[in-house]
Structures are given as C-alpha cells and as structure tokens.
C-alpha cells in the first residue's frame, strides 16, 4: 500500500508542460484562470485521500486497531507538513473546513469587548470582513475602516492613524483576492507589535502563492484554504501564535478538544462549565469534532506537491503570467485595468473591466467562444464595490488569474481573446 | 431600415439587456431601429404595443426576451452571449437582405 502517493515526475521543477499531465482537468483544450477561486487538484493529491478511504478508513485518535493507527500517523504527518509549509509549529495549527471557518473561529475566539475596535481594510473579502462586523455587533464594539484605494496600494501612516489605545484586533489580507495586490505585512505586523495589538491575516490568496514564514512575519493569526492551494475542498486551516492557542478558549469546542481522561472536578452537572474544563493538550484543544481525516492528508500532498515544485517557482512564474497579462490589457482600448502596476505589488491576478460591457458578459463570451474560464462579478468583496461607501463605482469586474500550470500560451490565448472581444465593442 | 424589438421583463427577462440594447442600437445604426420593451411584470403586457401583439399572434415564445426582427420572432429565452446574439441578428438582417 502507498500511503504517501509520490509526487509525480512532472513537479520536478517548474516544467509547466510536465507539471499538467498530473492535471486531468488540464487534458482538454480549456484555459483555467480561475485557481484564486479554487485551484485544480493533481492525481497525487486525490490518490493520498483515496488510499485513506480504500486501505486505512478509519477515525484518528484513542483507536487501539492498525487502520486507525495507521490513519492517526498519516494524519499526523499531514498535519506536521501543513504547518512546516506556513513555518509554524502543529502544535499552533488547526484544521477548518475553510478559511472563512478558520476566521470565524478566531473571531469567536478573542474576548473583544464593548468599545474594543477592530480595524479592516475596505478590500476584503466577506469572509475577513463578516465575522468581525458580526463580532463588534454583538459585544458593541466598533470597526473602523482602511481605505487602500481602488488599485489597494497600502499607506502605513494612513492605516496608522486608524489605530489608538482602543484597538484591539486588526484583520487584513495578505493578498487581495480582488486585485492581487499585496499588503505590507510584516510592516503591518510590526505596527501592530508595538501597541500590542492582535493580528489577524487573510492568507487566502498569499499562502498558495508564496513562502511564509508565521514566525517571521509576527502575526498572532494567519488563515487559509486547501482548495486553493491543489488540495481538496472542505479543509482550512488557523494559525494561532503558540500563546494565543495556549491562553485563549476556544470558540467551538465538543469531542476532541477537552481531556476526558481528567478526572471531572465538577462539583455537580448543573455547574458544569469552563471552569472545570481540562483541555487537550495543543493542537487538539482546537480541533473540535473527528477532523477532516482525508481532506487534511490530501492537503499534506497537495503541500509535498508544491514544495516539490519550489514555492518560490510558483510564485515568480505567476506573478510574471499576471504581469505580462495586465501589461498587454492596459494597452487595449477599452480595458481598464484594476490593481498596481509595480510588480513587486502584483500576485497571480488580474482584474478588469471593458467599457460599457457587464464583467458577466465578457466572462460569457470568454466561456462559451474561446473556452477560457474567468470570474466575473464583486468577487466577494462587497465594501470595495457595493453600498453607498464603496471604493469603485462598478458593480465588479473580470478576474483571471494563474496558477503553476498555467502556461505563457495560455496567456497569450487569454489577452489576443480579450483584444477581440473589445475591438468588437470597440 | 429594419425594425428590431427586445422585448423583456423586471420579472424574469435579462437585466443587462438595456445595456445590449445600447450596444445593438450602436452597432447597427444605420441598419436597423432598436427599440426595447420592458414589461412590469411577466402578466402586463400593456406596454407592448397593439399592432405587434397582432404580429406576434401565433408565433412560438417560450421565454424572455423576445427578439423580434420585422414583426417576426428571432428568439425567445435566454440570449447567448452578446457577440453571438449580435452575430445571429445580423445574420437575420442579412438574410432578409438577400431575399428581398
């Protein structure tokens, strides 16, 4: 039995024409730019979660039989590699069943108090943005809000004068899954540092694409998905800094995370409640219920896949499809281009609108006469282009955006479909 | 000149098709009058004029929008999109053309 499936010969390397045989949904003549929405998934990673359910199908944890030994060990593993990929230790990582949940879950998780505030930018999305706004509603503290503009480009002294003795949390992506613009992280993180400040990463976008280390960066929390990084849909992950998943209660607690080998001190049912509670020992303490078994060794492959490749490869080769791309777009009347044009700024996206045609439009002629997959629409970022205070004054736009197994091929597909649809409407 | 009719609805027709109608008007400016009907809602249709109902009369719609070239049904239902819907007009228009 292969319990760790080898990372096929193609990502040896980022070797593009290679890498897309491990890709089924790759072998038709169809262009996916849409992996920021969800990426597409190497045979490696669905045969690490089939030889789960076919050879070892079984619970993890307190099992005494080889399946669930051998489930617990490779769920382990998973584990182990999932959190040496963003530089932390597994004992500071649970498994979500995405990053929204993993948000939530910090969300629930701090003691934010009435007058506290809360700072987000205007960028993000609904999933850094809902479950803050849901927070302060309910304890009645307040967010305050960083405007980074319509192309985001971050001012540090701006989002500093959003922040007093008052705040509490600040919750910002890395990087915008509207625009592919990239925050000052560690910058932010040491602003916060130094006022003592909690802060909350959105690393959606930024964890597929580039090497982060939790440590260094200085964040309290970072956030992301599986699906967006080659693994499989329905697993997230939170980080918490080691103090925080030490000190703090966890928001959703149940089966697995409180010790019930301790005995209960409890002096009758009706007191029961935190007090009396011994928690698991790190990282069990927060992962309440039986965990994502599959998902979590399907993300570890999909962690094998792209260390195999080189992250930094990833990064480099995406970020210049986008750069390429959005150079050729701005120079096509009609097309307006979203985002930075420093490409030290850019990630793997591109964003764009052609004049007088809705985003859904072009997404259509995209689909359905060149074959080309894009999204099109607010992208989830509802206070960048909805209500009476959004950043833009369109209702959203077209993204593209590329991954490792997308080609320069490809990309040139993309602009010379784009070039015709707008002298069409030109 | 021909005379091209977009007939839909706030109720289920398609929302952007002021905007396609903008487009259509431009496009085929000097060869066809577009107009755009919108109805109220899916049961009024008192916006739609007497003497097109009277054209319309035994036609086959089975959806919105209607596109109605010279009194004749093109298509009813969901449009695709705007360049091939555009391609399928003038290729009415120009079919028209050759027979008269």
């Given amino acids: ?426 | 000149m021909h005379e091209l009719i977009l007939i839909n609805a706030r109720c289920g027709g398609d929302p952007e098709l002021g905007r396609y109608a903008e487009f259509l008007r431009r496009k085929l400016a000097d060869r066809a009058q577009v107009e755009m009907l919108e109805l109220e809602s899916c049961e009024d249709i008192s916006a739609v004029p007497s003497s097109l109902i009277a054209q319309l009369m035994g036609q086959t719609i089975t959806g919105l929008p209607v596109v109605v070239l010279d009194g004749k049904v093109l298509s009813s239902g969901p449009l695709p999109n705007w360049m091939d819907s555009f391609e399928m007009i003038r290729a009415a228009i120009e079919s028209q053309v050759r027979t008269t």
Wanted: glycine share 8%; proline share 5%.
């Fill in chain 1, 1 to 426: 039995m292969t319990v760790n499936a080898p990372v096929h010969d193609g990502a040896s390397r980022l070797d593009t024409a290679r890498l897309r045989k491990d890709f089924p949904c790759l072998q038709t003549d169809y262009i996916y730019l849409d992996s920021v929405a969800s990426s597409l998934t190497p045979v490696s990673v669905v045969e690490a979660m089939n030889a789960y359910y076919f050879s070892y199908r079984a619970n993890v944890h307190r099992g005494s039989y080889d399946a669930s030994l051998m489930a617990t060990d490779q769920y382990e593993a998973a584990l182990a590699k999932v959190a040496g990929f963003i530089g932390a230790d597994p004992e500071e990582i649970v498994f979500t069943s995405n990053a929204t949940h993993a948000i939530n879950l910090a969300a629930l998780s701090l003691p934010i108090k009435t007058g506290d505030e809360i700072v987000l930018s205007t960028l993000e999305h609904t999933s850094n943005m809902a479950p803050w706004v849901l927070k302060a509603l309910e304890v009645g503290a307040v967010v305050r809000w960083y405007n980074p503009g319509a192309e985001g480009l971050f001012d540090l002294d701006e989002f500093s004068k959003l922040i007093n003795e008052r705040t509490r949390i600040v919750a910002l992506t890395y990087v915008s899954n509207v625009l592919g613009t990239v925050y000052p992280v560690e910058s932010i993180a040491d602003i916060c540092a130094d006022r003592g400040i909690l802060y909350m990463v959105d690393g959606a976008q930024a964890v597929p694409h580039r090497r982060i280390d939790v440590h260094s960066l200085g964040c309290d929390f970072l956030a992301f998905s599986g699906h967006k990084m080659l693994g499989p849909t329905g697993i997230g992950v939170l980080y918490l800094k080691r103090q925080h998943a030490e000190n703090l209660m966890p928001g959703i607690v149940g089966g697995g995370t409180i010790n019930t080998e301790v005995e209960c001190s409890c002096p009758s049912i009706d007191a029961c409640g935190p007090n009396y509670v011994t928690f698991n020992a790190l990282p069990d303490k927060w992962q309440a219920g039986t965990p994502p078994i599959a998902e979590a060794i399907g993300l570890g492959a999909a962690v094998d896949y792209l260390q195999a490749v080189g992250i930094d490869e990833v990064h480099n080769h995406t970020r210049s499809l986008a750069a390429y791309v959005a150079g050729e777009l701005r120079a096509i009347p009609g097309i307006e281009v979203y985002g930075p044009r420093d490409v030290e700024l850019l990630s793997s996206i591109v964003s764009f609108n052609l004049a007088d045609v809705p985003p859904d439009e072009v997404g259509k002629m995209l689909n359905e006469r060149y074959h080309i997959a894009v999204r099109t629409g607010a992208h989830c970022a509802l206070s960048y282009f909805m209500g009476a205070d959004a950043v833009v004054d369109v209702p959203g736009n077209v993204r593209a955006s590329f991954y490792l197994y997308n080609t320069p091929e490809e990309a040139q597909r993309f602009v010379s479909a784009v070039g015709e649809i707008a002298a069409f409407f030109g």
